[in-house]
């Protein structure tokens, strides 16, 4: 009995094993298929295919396999080891011991696994809540900043707690590869060979299918399995300037393998889904209503004031150096096909990539898009007196575009880093492009307008505020202002006015007010708007 290998095809005559070329790796957000495909001949009757050059870290349970002209009848993973010549029972207790501690790690492993999952789930929740995103149309604005100071807070916490853990995924590997090289060994001593190569004594992983052919002849056997340490990471690149209407995002996957096979020259495809997460329907619960002591919130200030989701960003002059021409990213992505169903999209790349599993990110570019934008200033002079140049993208749903962080790049200049994290139910995308010194802003109280009197058991707070707009730029701009009255929440008691509005727009569930400015070189504009709260004089009011 003897096995050939003819021009790419393996004629099948014993079990013996066959080198297996990877052909295709999908890689999810969390987790990897691998793909192999392979030319056999096959004899009349059962054949026994066994190929090597799998991965260790297979998940035995995702293995699958099929054939165009034979019958899959059984399918398996298998760890084959150096045959023993003459068996002693010398080391049984420390092989005993090698097999416990694998064990023991492989356990490991699983829990550093189920706590990603559940670091993962914990992050997809704070990031797609309804205050993080500022939909509720009647929370506070002191809501939505400690949501804010809660959000920074989290994610802080659990970036490092997925760092530790992927150090302490990274470490077990490590053990467990020296333990198994270790339980060779021992086996090895056991039969007696003392003498041998530690090339040839490592485990080897197999796959054996077995195929039922009524009649000899050439057929593709195909298989394929998951692994768990793959995974990629979605960063981007955003380009604006000022000449031009458009913005351009560029898309691109880090990529990342620890799964103890190289993947040498093989087609990329880059797959948004995540086999990781619970695909169980959440259900609802009873909710319950109850009254609770109210609890005065603390003050706000801009000393205290956390760090925004949209990091701020201040310009710089210094050029940056593009990574790779324009002509050759625009060529690229004529070997990028993307396909979407309804849970997924994947971005099919027709290139071979190398990505060696040494746990190191490598960049792959899988789309770019010119998006509509529109350029203006806003400014918050209750919270900042600085002007921030925005650009409202469009378009941006085309992109499929999931969190990641992001580098921005403005008239060819490098502005910084942002986390961005498109909206899902909004149609414009707003991205902070810096502060700009050369708008001028202040904002004060007009003490003598502003009083406070009695009227029967009432007593009524009326205040003016004055917010000063100033461009010193040659040239004109556009610019958002924004500042609000207070809501009121949970009592009738207490009543809030808007008195006068200096031509503001006014969202009465949040009471934010904005005004849409035009300003002309050197132009000074002055918006005052006076609100007044009625409250019982008995009853102390939070957050005046």
């Not at 849970?343 to 599993?357: G, M, Q, S, V, W």
């Not at 350029?375 to 600085?386: G, N, Q, R």
Request: glycine fraction near 4%.
């Amino acid at each position: 009995m003897f096995a050939l290998l003819v021009n790419g095809t393996v004629f099948s005559q014993s079990s013996r094993p066959v080198p297996a070329k990877l052909q295709k790796a999908t890689v999810y957000l969390s987790g990897a298929h691998l793909y192999y495909s392979e030319n056999i001949n096959l004899i009349a009757g059962n054949n026994e295919l066994v190929f090597e050059n799998i991965s260790p870290l297979i998940l035995a349970s995702s293995l699958q396999a099929s054939s165009r002209g034979g019958v899959i009848t059984e399918v398996k993973h298998q760890i084959k080891f150096k045959e023993k010549m003459v068996v002693t029972r010398q080391y049984d207790r420390e092989i005993e011991f090698v097999l416990d501690s694998i064990e023991d790690l492989n356990y490991e492993l699983k829990d550093i696994t189920n706590k990603q999952m559940v670091l993962t789930t914990e992050k997809n929740m704070l990031l797609n809540n309804r205050i993080i995103k500022g939909q509720p149309l009647r929370d506070s604005l002191a809501l939505l900043r400690d949501g804010m100071a809660f959000l920074k807070e989290k994610l802080n916490y659990i970036y490092d707690q997925e760092l530790k853990l992927e150090r302490a995924n990274n470490k077990v590997i490590k053990r467990k590869a020296k333990l198994n090289i270790r339980y060779n060994e021992l086996l090895l001593l056991q039969s007696g060979q003392t003498n041998y190569d530690q090339t040839t004594s490592q485990s080897t992983h197999q796959v054996i299918v077995t195929v039922f052919s009524e009649q000899a002849g050439n057929t593709q056997i195909n298989f394929n399995y998951f692994v768990n340490q793959a995974n990629w990471v979605p960063v981007y690149d955003l380009q604006a300037t000022s000449t031009t209407n458009n913005f351009q995002l560029k898309y691109f996957a880090n990529v990342i393998q620890n799964t103890g096979l190289n993947w040498n020259n093989v087609p990329l495809t880059i797959s948004t889904s995540n086999p990781s997460e619970s695909n169980i329907k959440p259900s609802l619960n009873p909710w319950y209503l109850g009254y609770v002591l109210q609890r005065q919130t603390a003050a706000y200030s801009n000393a205290n004031r956390p760090l925004e989701a949209k990091t701020d960003l201040l310009f710089k002059n210094e050029g940056s150096k593009r990574e790779e021409s324009l002509d050759d990213e625009k060529s690229l992505t004529d070997y990028i096909q993307v396909s979407e169903n309804l849970i997924r999209t994947e971005y099919e790349i027709k290139l071979d990539y190398t990505i060696n599993a040494d746990g190191k990110a490598h960049k792959v570019l899988i789309s770019q898009r010119e998006v509509p934008m529109l350029l203006e200033f806003a400014t918050v002079p209750k919270i900042c007196s600085d002007a921030f140049l925005m650009a409202k993208v469009t378009g941006w749903e085309d992109m499929n575009i999931i969190p990641g962080n992001a580098r921005l790049y403005f008239d060819g200049g490098y502005v910084g880093e942002m986390y961005l994290n498109a909206p899902t139910t909004n149609d414009t995308l707003s991205i902070n492009l810096g502060r700009d010194k050369s708008i001028a802003i202040t904002r004060k109280k007009i003490k003598e307008n502003s009083k406070e009197k009695f009227i029967g058991d009432e007593k009524i707070d009326t205040r003016t505020i004055e917010i000063l707009v100033r461009n010193t730029k040659n040239l004109p701009v556009h610019i958002l202002v924004e500042d609000q009255i207070p809501v009121v929440q949970g009592t009738g008691d207490i009543k809030v006015t808007l008195i006068e509005g200096d031509g503001a727009e006014l969202d009465l569930p949040s009471g934010i007010l904005t005004w849409k400015l035009k300003l002309g070189s050197k132009e000074t504009r002055k918006l005052v708007f006076t609100y007044e709260i009625k409250y019982p004089k008995s009853k102390p009011v939070a957050g005046l």
